[in-house]
């Protein structure tokens, strides 16, 4: 399996203040079975439009119909591959995978995707989600590893710890049956959140969960198939849209064509927080344009909270279309207050405490003539610590800004999420902690409204009872397990040296975690 030679980044992320983490995306997902066509570059182009979901790492697999061949690194996917890289991977088959980890920590050795050999072949896979089940997995990997051969292959190889490796153990011990055969044994026996995209030398497979938490889309080539998160990534390779994949649905494809199974009930539960921050406002979600979701959303959100000021402003670029629905619906003039620099974040170096008191400036700075004198509305998706928006209004107050209305596309955020999104853990969240008073004091606003639950559901036109809305009403669709069986670094600790103080699920009952919000400089 091919190491990239150029180093990876260090932790890579696209927030506002570094030092204040939003909400990390989940990863990314592509796959492509097309005989006759460079499946490498369509996978490296899928990747490119899937890259706000993760900035980890990335990693493509090809097959020639007789071997796979991995290629992944750390990094972003424009920093990994290259024109003598993706000239290498010849084949008819692909899966991509670009990361942010949630199970296992950011190295390359769980980097996606995950490689196994089996007794017929090989497969590899790329997953998007995060499961609750990964203790019992990894038991069930263990047993089998202690008569099992094949699951020792790449000795010289540091273990992987992540769920996702896990599965990949399990898919390729399938002796007496076909791969597609052990994959519908499987997956219903598989908890969590998941949208998997693998294969073997020959076919082409993906599998959405039961509740279909994560999204995973179907697209039709001249000559092929595509899967992929989001229809953003059909677009950019000239895909032409089919249908999503239905949740608790596995599809193959090869010669023979697409065919299609179901290996559990659909119980959809879709991430409601794909709507508001993690999908890309182009792709089409739920048979609705997300960019045309959030015009709405920001809509709802001036009905519901209305201000009296001369000027809607984002912040960019998430909060972008949500300001322009709230202008819309409220008749003040939309503008754009701030100027973004988007090539901070990605390689980011850390500053010296000294630099450090630059903050959001090396990101975002104000444009004085715009916001000088005017009562501002300054639209953005979410408060997570609120450092980045108590930031953000000393700013604005600096550039002249006579009054700050801060109005946020989604409600507070008091949850963490176990089904593939890194927020921070619940004592972290000033949401959990904090009345929205108490939060505007804290950030020295005039004013702060977040949009009801209720409106933010209805503006997406999906039934309330088919969405996950865990991390703003702490209601879990899939059933969790004991704390000591979650956390991101789960498979590199011992089953003793979960640390109670650290995890995330032991603080729920704990509240108050941001009570010093109102004294933090």
Known sequence: MPRATRPGDGRLTHDLDPHDRSPQDACGVFGVWAPGEEVAKLTYYGLYALQHRGQESAGIAVSNGR????YKDMGLVSQVFDEATLASLQGHVAVGHAR??????????????????????????????????????AARVDALGTTQGELDVQRN????????????A???????????????ELLPTIRGAFSFVWMDEHTLYAARDPQGIRPLVLGRLERGWVVASETAALDIVGASFIREVEPGEMVAVDEDGLRSRRFAEAAPKHCLFEFVYLARPDTMMNDQRVHSVRVEIGRRLAREYPADADLVMPVPESGTPAAIGYAEESGIPYGTGLVKNSYVGRTFIQPSQTIRQLGIRLKLNPLRDVIEGKRLVVVDDSIVRGNTQRALVRMLREAGAREVHVRISSPPVKWPCFYGIDFATRAELIANGLTSDEICRSIDADSLAYISLEQL?????????????????????????DAEHLGKNLLELGPTSVDAGEDPRLS??????????LERP
């Not at 729920?508 to 919000?517: E, K, L, R």
């Open 67 to 70: 071997q796979i061949l991995v």
């Open 100 to 137: 942010y980890s949630t199970t296992g920590a950011s190295t390359w050795h769980n980097a996606q995707p995950t490689f196994r050999p089996t007794e017929t072949g090989s497969i590899a896979l790329a997953h998007n989600g995060n499961l609750t089940n990964t203790r019992d997995l």
């Open 157 to 168: 190889v540091p273990v992987s710890t992540n769920d996702t490796s896990l599965v990949t």
């Open 170 to 184: 399990l898919l390729a011990h399938h002796p007496d049956k076909s791969l597609e055969e052990n994959a519908a």
């Open 457 to 481: 559901v209805e503006a997406t036109t999906v039934p309330n009872d088919n969405l996950c809305r865990a991390c703003f009403d702490g209601v879990y669709p899939v059933p969790l397990p």
């Open 508 to 517: 729920f009952a704990q509240g108050g975690g941001a009570s010093d919000a």
